[in-house]
């Protein structure tokens, strides 16, 4: 009987110390880094956002709405910023064209806003999205902003 109790001994002992561990080291928190938020665009792609002046001013409103810096990285290519958004994880918003979404983005993204047209002069077909993995608060929070954009 004495060599049970000191074998769960020993695994008590572990386990409190590899709690302690983890909980020193931060492992298992689920926050959200400010560094982490990134919103990606190609330029002229799409009227949503046409130039990276136009993607700094959402990305400063939304910044400021979400309480998170965010920072506007440019892309040369939808199918380039796909890669990025996706594969690399290191883009968390991005606009992509309507024609693109259709035939390469079906399941890929979270839809987060689309444009609504207000008049036949300008045409912007584009969607916001965000990338499968951000955290709801995060994505709910960006519709809600650019729901209330005017």
Not at 105 to 122: D, N, Q, T
Request: aromatic letters at 10%; proline letters at 3%.
């Amino acid at each position: 009987m004495p060599v049970v109790r000191r074998g769960f001994r020993l695994l008590l002992q572990f386990a409190l110390g590899l709690s302690v561990f983890l909980a020193l080291h931060g492992v298992g928190a689920a926050t959200v880094s400010a560094a982490d938020l990134v919103l990606g665009f190609v330029p002229g792609q799409c009227d949503l956002l046409q130039t990276r002046s136009q993607a700094e001013a959402l990305a400063a409103y939304l910044s400021k709405r979400l309480g998170q810096p965010i920072r506007v990285r440019t892309f040369k290519s939808e199918k380039n910023l796909h890669l990025w958004l996706n594969r690399f994880r290191e883009v968390d918003f991005a606009v992509f064209s309507e024609a693109y979404l259709k035939s390469e983005g079906r399941g890929a993204f979270i839809p987060v806003a689309g444009y609504i047209r207000r008049s036949l002069a300008c045409d912007g077909a584009g969607r916001f999205v965000a990338r499968r993995g951000v955290p709801a608060f995060l994505f709910v929070g960006a519709g809600n902003a650019l729901a209330e954009l005017r």
